[in-house]
Nanobody, 124 residues
Framework: QVQLVESGGGLAQAGGSLALSCAASGQTFSRYNMGWFRQAPGKEREFVAA????????YYADSVKGRFTASRDNAKNTLYLQMNSLKPEDTAVYYC?????????????????WGQGTQVTVAS
């Protein structure tokens, strides 16, 4: 089992940047492919980004491609999400999640461990 704790959320202006972190503890972090998801009020939780176990491959939702960057430091047991050129529609609670699948995946049902989420609010 792995425990995940997100941090770094807050309030940003449109066009600004925020950096999220997800600290992992428990089982070996490098065993898991990792993902970022977000959920806005009244909406389904949606995929944002995923990264494979050693950080060589990433995949992004079209809505964030070119603006967000996922990375990880296995030595520090930490996952990151750098968010640039933020838009008001990026406002949501952001979650990190861990998957045991062989390849990186975008379906939230394939992720077995979740953090508690961190709020990101982008003002126009």
């Amino acid at each position: 089992q792995v425990q995940l704790v997100e941090s770094g959320g807050g309030l940003a202006q449109a066009g600004g940047s925020l950096a999220l972190s997800c600290a992992a503890s428990g089982q070996t972090f490098s065993r898991y492919n990792m993902g970022w998801f977000r959920q806005a009020p009244g909406k389904e939780r949606e995929f944002v980004a995923a990264i494979n176990r050693i950080g060589e491959y990433t995949y992004y939702a079209d809505s964030v491609k070119g603006r967000f960057t996922a990375s990880r430091d296995n030595a520090k047991n930490t996952l990151y999400l750098q968010m640039n050129s933020l838009k008001p529609e990026d406002t949501a609670v952001y979650y990190c999640a861990a998957s045991t699948t062989i390849v990186i995946v975008t379906n939230k049902r394939d992720y077995v461990y979740w953090g508690q989420g961190t709020q990101v609010t982008v003002a126009s």
